[in-house]
């Protein structure tokens, strides 16, 4: 279940409702009702005239009234409006289903707890789909306050994985707040105008993520995303010069309308590359009992590794050529070295095994008696193999 608080809210409730209760844009709306309110709906439910209009006089009246009364101290934009949708394929749920999904929202956001609705704000809930509900509230509470929206949100969403539970539909991602930043609309537009193959905050996160797992240190991190191409920025602290406190990145050529670059602080890229996350990986990265190098040794070692590895292979795949017996040989002494070098992140011993192996494994092919004997070896092994 998805629920979608709609931003920026509404200055007047009269066209919202007017809109649920119509056809809408495509003939969708079928069967327009009240499910729950904060009064029983059949005392909300606006009664049909002659000709199958309705009144909406008398629920306008009381949803307006606690704002009405407020006079200057309320909201400019007192329409609260969020629309709970089932996921496709779901069971239908049924009006009081609805309706308890509903309440929940409205308790678990605040709006109207559970037995304080007589002080609460005036709320409905519009039912016009099989799929789906709007509860339309107005932001003054009927003992004359304004109601606090902290962390609206991520209650509603705690809203609809509790009605997940609770009728068993599809299940959600949690609202953990460790999802990625998604770009906004007017990132994708900007994208689109200049042709790029991805919003600037896409690519973004991609340098700082490669930067950031193959860095030991703060300097090795800004150093990689400065040879990435990036423009790096760091925050220091006001308190204690020299001592970086944040950071911030951008893309040569992605500018705002002022001419500068747009800047991108790592918490508005993904969640895990904040400052205080980032120096934590790295803290804990450079505490490995028994192990004397530091983690920029550790990856120098690593990153010469597998270039050695890499190396070796290379030899074995020019001289296996298309010689089947070749090709076995080449796999008999590339997986075991691939196989190491999956799991370099274990220590600096496995990385120096590799370094051993990798350069015997070199040494031994550059000698041309030593290749020749190795093809010849592999025919031997393959026609036993084959008898």
């Not at 099989?130 to 929206?149: E, G, K, N, S, Y």
């Not at 423009?231 to 001592?243: D, F, K, T």
Request: charged content about 25%; aromatic content about 6%; glycine content about 8%.
């Amino acid at each position: 279940m998805i629920g979608k608080i709609t931003e920026p809210r509404g200055e007047r409730v009269e066209g919202l409702v007017y809109y649920l209760y119509g056809p809408g844009r495509r003939e969708e709306h079928t069967d327009p009702h009240i499910v729950a309110g904060w009064r029983h709906p059949a005392e909300l439910e606006p009664p049909l005239c002659e000709g199958g209009k309705r009144d909406f006089r008398r629920l306008l009246g009381l949803l307006n009234q606690p704002h009405a009364a407020m006079g200057k101290w309320g909201f400019r934009r007192p329409v609260w409006h969020c629309s709970m949708r089932a996921a496709p394929g779901d069971k239908m749920l049924s009006d009081d289903e609805w309706a308890q999904i509903a309440c929940d929202v409205m308790n678990r956001t605040g709006l109207s707890l559970y037995g304080h609705e007589d002080d609460a704000v005036r709320w409905v809930a519009i039912r016009h789909g099989d799929d789906h509900i709007h509860i339309v509230a107005m932001l003054a509470r009927q003992d004359r306050r304004r109601p606090r929206l902290d962390f609206e949100r991520y209650r509603v969403r705690e809203a609809c994985r509790a009605a997940e539970e609770r009728y068993g539909l599809r299940g959600t991602a949690p609202g953990d707040r460790t999802a990625a930043h998604r770009p906004s609309r007017a990132e994708s537009e900007k994208t689109a105008r200049r042709g790029l193959a991805e919003p600037p905050r896409v690519t973004m996160r991609r340098h700082v993520s490669t930067a950031a797992a193959g860095a030991g240190s703060e300097q090795e991190f800004f150093a990689r995303l400065t040879q990435a191409g990036v423009l790096v920025r760091p925050r220091l602290s006001a308190r204690n010069p020299g001592q970086i406190t944040g950071y911030a990145v951008a893309l040569p050529g992605d500018t705002a309308k002022d001419g500068g670059p747009v800047w991108y602080g790592g918490g508005k890229l993904a969640a895990d590359l904040t400052w205080p996350k980032l120096r934590q990986r790295w803290n804990q990265a450079a505490i490995i009992p028994g192990d004397r190098f530091t983690p920029v040794e550790r990856n120098a070692i690593w990153e010469h590794a597998a270039r050695a590895a890499d190396n070796a292979a290379a030899q074995i795949r020019l001289l296996a050529g298309s010689d089947p017996a070749a090709d076995q040989a080449e796999a008999r002494y590339t997986s075991p070295l691939t196989a190491r070098h999956a799991s370099l992140s274990t220590g600096a011993r496995l990385a120096r095994n590799i370094l051993t192996r990798s350069h015997a494994l070199a040494a031994f092919l550059s000698q041309p008696t030593r290749s020749r004997n190795l093809r010849e070896r592999c025919t031997t092994s393959a026609a036993a193999s084959a008898s």
